[in-house]
Every structure is written in C-alpha cells, then in structure tokens.
C-alpha cells in the first residue's frame, strides 16, 4: 500500500486548506485511516481518524482540532481529505496520513504511511 499526501502550504491564521491522501495498492475500502501531525521539536500527535463505515459518526479528532478540521473519504478516488478551517499557528507541522487494517487509533500504531506535507500557518 503507498500513501501520498499533498495539499501542505502556507497560510494565514484564520485560513484553510485542504489536504488530501491518494491510496494505491490495495483496496483502500478496506483501511481506516489517520490522520497525524508532527510539529518542530514536537512528537507525532493524532489529529483525525475514519473508519472504514464512515457514515453515522464513524470519525475522531484530537480535542484541539474539534470542529475546525473535518475528515472525510472517497472511496470511488482511493482518498482521504483532512479540510482545516480556522487554522492556527499552533498547527503548523508536516501532516501525515496512515491507513490501519483494524479500528482506528490515535497512537502511532499504523500500518502504513505517507512522506508528509508541511502545513505553515503564519501569524
């Protein structure tokens, strides 16, 4: 399975992108997948997740994305997006999306990985 995210830019506080995470290699139906952020000096955090029935509430976020970012899927596209609105200076790190054959999990613990792209929100 190979991830790639893109979508990572500058922006200004108060600002939004949207990210996107294109799956190829197996059937992308099949994976949940996350969404993670590591800032400068900073560990790799969780920020959002989905599950593989993503309709009913099947998403989570990290508290401090709440209802400023949305996950969602396509999975007619092989693609997850992350839309973050409101965007803080706080949340200037280089995102990553990762994709789990079980449920979705805020550690680390995933099977597979994206390169990342650097989001930079300027104050």
């Known amino acids: 399975v190979q991830l790639q995210a893109f979508g990572g830019g500058l922006v200004q506080a108060g600002g939004s992108l949207r990210l996107s995470c294109a799956v190829s290699?197996?059937?992308?139906?099949?994976?949940?997948m996350g969404w993670f952020r590591q800032g400068p000096g900073k560990e790799r955090e969780f920020v959002a997740g989905i599950g593989i029935n993503f309709s009913g509430g099947n998403t989570y976020y990290a508290d401090s994305v709440e209802g400023r970012f949305t996950i969602s899927r396509d999975n007619a596209k092989n693609t997850v997006y992350l839309q973050m609105n409101s965007l803080k200076p706080e949340d200037t790190a280089v995102y990553y999306c990762a994709a789990r054959a079980t449920r979705v999990v805020i550690t680390t613990d995933y099977d597979y990985w994206g390169q990342g792209t650097l989001v930079t929100v300027s104050s």
């Open positions: 290699g197996r059937s992308f139906a099949n994976y949940n």
